[in-house]
């Protein structure tokens, strides 16, 4: 393997959150099993996020599942790697991949632009690389999210973040130890989305490891999905190192989402993060997922009785149901027993007349289709 470093940079020209999230293309969140990780890797769902080898990816470590599994910290810097037929996630060190590991991940097919750059002798300058962009130059208030990937021969070990080189006029990615340069040939690939989406910079306000989210999209929705990266800023109340990989968690004890230090290192007061939110089940309507098609629901619209069953090929089992309703709230939740099982039912004749979203958790990440229920 070849070590690309992906990162996906989200162009903004507003610290100000947008109205509402614009659909980025396909997205699921990823929980790593015993069936999808081999060695350092975890294959990606080829139905959920696809296989295209041009595609440009993003991924961010969730610490935890709404159903309490994949509680598990991740201390390596991770990547993506083609392995020629699908997409997956390896960690840089050639550990042998956690399967409690689980992680969001997006495929935006539209909505922004996507470019690839490249750590080359000319733009390395020290820690960092420069990177020279229209849509990004003479912008210090853009903000951008990176995720690593795999290309070109080198292993990127380094804990990275974002940085805007005031007398360049450019944006940079660096390494976080603060003295080490970046490997030569490492590759990221950055993605500008349209205005429209849903953004944000949060600054810590304590020196925990811990940092609180407070956003109507996020609380109380711990199936949201957000990607996050560490901005170095130039003001000297935020300014700092991050020295460690960083995550995402949703803690239920204030129904809040959280980005946190994965080696458990306090952060400082002022530390920048930028934070994209993909939410699944805001208020509104719901989206079904792209593999929607691969739940099979008896009648729909459903009464009383409800089957759910997975479609032949989906090679996976159903680990939990649940039902979401227009405002974002769930309003059933069933956890299915046995680890081969591909079909349950559901008393659904609680719930009122109306559209919902059901949502099937399974061994390779969470597909999502929609259900009325009719009187």
Not at 17 to 29: K, S
Not at 106 to 130: E, R, Y
Not at 273 to 289: M, Q, R
Request: charged fraction near 15%; glycine fraction near 6%; charge should be negative.
């Amino acid at each position: 393997m070849k070590t690309v470093v992906t990162f996906f940079l989200v162009m903004i020209f507003s610290q100000l959150v947008m109205a509402q999230p614009t659909y980025f293309g396909q997205n699921y969140t990823h929980a790593n099993s015993s069936a999808n990780c081999s060695g350092d890797h975890t294959i990606l769902n080829t139905l959920e996020i696809g296989n295209d080898a041009s595609d440009i990816l993003i991924f961010n470590h969730v610490w935890g599942l709404p159903d309490g599994t994949h509680q598990a910290y991740m201390p390596n810097s991770n990547g993506l790697w083609y392995t020629g037929s699908e997409w997956s996630i390896f960690d840089e060190t050639w550990a042998e991949m956690d399967t409690n590991l689980a992680f969001n991940v997006l495929n935006p097919k539209q909505n922004g632009t996507s470019f690839i750059h490249t750590v080359t002798p000319a733009n390395l300058i020290m820690n960092w690389s420069l990177i020279d962009h229209p849509s990004l130059n003479g912008h210090p208030e853009a903000v951008f999210f990176i995720s690593k990937s795999w290309g070109f021969n080198a292993y990127e070990l380094a804990h990275t973040g974002i940085w805007y080189s005031q007398s360049a006029s450019k944006w940079s990615i660096y390494n976080e130890d603060g003295a080490t340069a970046l490997e030569l040939n490492s590759t990221y690939n950055i993605f500008i989305p349209d205005a429209g989406t849903t953004y944000f910079k949060h600054s810590a306000v304590s020196t925990s490891y811990i940092t609180e989210l407070d956003d109507p999209l996020l609380n109380n929705n711990p199936y949201a999905r957000i990607f996050i990266v560490h901005d170095y800023t130039n003001a000297d109340e935020t300014a700092g190192y991050i020295n460690d990989e960083t995550g995402v968690w949703y803690d239920e004890s204030i129904n809040r989402w959280t980005i946190y230090a994965e080696t458990l290192p306090n952060l400082f007061i002022g530390a920048t993060f930028n934070v994209l939110i993909i939410a699944d089940y805001p208020s509104g309507i719901p989206h079904e997922t792209s593999s929607g098609q691969q739940i099979i629901l008896s009648p729909n619209p459903a009464r009383d009785n409800l089957s759910i069953s997975l479609a032949s090929g989906m090679n996976s089992a159903i680990n939990e149901v649940t039902i979401i309703g227009l405002d974002g709230k769930i309003v059933l939740k069933k956890v299915v027993d046995g680890t081969l099982t591909t079909a349950c039912q559901m008393d659904v004749s609680g719930i009122q007349q109306g559209l919902y979203i059901l949502s099937v958790q399974t061994g390779n990440g969470t597909v999502s289709k929609k259900l009325n229920i009719i009187r």
